[in-house]
């Protein structure tokens, strides 16, 4: 099984990262591939971030149909471009933000997310709610720390672990939702200082898509999700237009 996890910032020491933590779940015989896009912002931070990310994050798609990978992870917990990405994709599309907070719902009958800057946090409610999850959230809360400081910043870690803790205290939930792929590597040591459960999206939506792999379960293409209709796109974007004459998510982009 290929699982190709798709970082749609382009900054590679975090895709390392979590293509690691990723690697950490997975069973044998699957391979992770993590990737960043060739085109794109540093990091997403902003609505005007997320949506100049997607047409890198469909190339990372597109080319991963191409190789023959059954499944992919999203992963940013804004979940960017996930619906496009699931009419491209043969295999299942998980995005971390949906798998995180679907994941924490199992373990208690609250959670909290912690992210990274407050103005991300909308975003994450709009998410909640698409999800069917918003009842189940306490609160999101933000420790005002941007992504590219959470690798080089040397009070980040304890910045997030306290964030935390006043989060689980504030919103008396029963779960914490690492709000951010750059947080993955510190899930375990958060709930051990903690004493709760921490889910991190970018293992969450990974097990999610080695299971959905392994049950032989995809996308439903009978509605929503079907192909898009062929059509030419100009400019620079004359590349993403897909093959006329095809139905199927066989379809490649043209050249």
Same mark, same amino acid.
């Given at each position: 099984?290929?699982?190709?996890?798709?970082?749609?910032?382009?900054?590679?020491?975090?895709?390392?990262?979590?293509?690691?933590?990723?690697?950490?779940?997975?069973?044998?015989?699957?391979?992770?591939?993590?990737?960043?896009?060739?085109?794109?912002?540093?990091?997403?931070?902003?609505?005007?971030?997320?949506?100049?990310?997607?047409?890198?994050?469909?190339?990372?798609?597109?080319?991963?149909?191409? $190789? !023959?990978? #059954?499944?992919? =992870?999203?992963? *940013?917990? +804004?979940?960017?471009? &996930?619906? %496009?990405?699931?009419?491209? @994709?043969?295999?299942?599309?998980?995005?971390?933000?949906?798998?995180?907070?679907?994941?924490?719902?199992?373990?208690?009958?609250?959670?909290?997310?912690?992210?990274?800057?407050?103005?991300?946090?909308?975003?994450?409610?709009?998410?909640?709610?698409?999800?069917?999850?918003?009842?189940?959230?306490?609160?999101?809360?933000?420790?005002?720390?941007?992504?590219?400081?959470?690798?080089?910043?040397?009070?980040?870690?304890?910045?997030?672990?306290?964030?935390?803790?006043?989060?689980?205290?504030? $919103? !008396?939930? #029963?779960?914490? =939702?690492?709000? *951010?792929? +750059?947080?993955?590597? &510190?899930? %375990?040591?958060?709930?051990? @200082?903690?004493?709760?459960?921490?889910?991190?999206?970018?293992?969450?939506?990974?097990?999610?898509?080695?299971?959905?792999?392994?049950?032989?379960?995809?996308?439903?293409?009978?509605?929503?999700?079907?192909?898009?209709?062929?059509?030419?796109?100009?400019?620079?974007?004359?590349?993403?237009?897909?093959?006329?004459?095809?139905?199927?998510?066989?379809?490649?982009?043209?050249?």
């Amino acid at each position: 099984m290929r699982i190709r996890l798709v970082n749609p910032n382009t900054t590679w020491s975090m895709t390392r990262l979590i293509g690691e933590c990723a690697r950490s779940v997975a069973a044998a015989g699957v391979q992770v591939e993590a990737v960043s896009p060739s085109m794109g912002p540093s990091s997403i931070e902003s609505h005007y971030d997320e949506a100049l990310a997607v047409p890198g994050l469909l190339a990372e798609i597109a080319q991963g149909e191409a $190789d !023959g990978v #059954d499944g992919y =992870v999203v992963a *940013c917990f +804004g979940d960017p471009g &996930l619906e %496009a990405a699931r009419e491209l @994709a043969r295999g299942p599309v998980v995005g971390i933000a949906e798998a995180g907070m679907r994941t924490a719902t199992y373990l208690g009958r609250s959670f909290s997310v912690v992210t990274t800057l407050g103005r991300t946090t909308g975003r994450a409610w709009d998410l909640a709610h698409a999800y069917g999850v918003a009842g189940a959230c306490r609160g999101i809360h933000a420790c005002e720390i941007p992504v590219l400081e959470l690798e080089t910043s040397p009070d980040a870690r304890e910045r997030i672990t306290e964030a935390c803790r006043e989060a689980l205290s504030r $919103d !008396g939930s #029963d779960v914490i =939702v690492l709000g *951010c792929a +750059g947080m993955a590597d &510190l899930c %375990a040591h958060v709930s051990e @200082a903690i004493g709760a459960p921490v889910v991190d999206g970018v293992a969450a939506a990974t097990v999610a898509v080695q299971g959905l792999v392994t049950l032989g379960l995809s996308t439903s293409t009978v509605g929503e999700y079907a192909s898009p209709p062929p059509k030419r796109y100009d400019g620079l974007l004359s590349g993403f237009g897909l093959q006329p004459g095809s139905t199927d998510r066989d379809r490649r982009r043209t050249a």
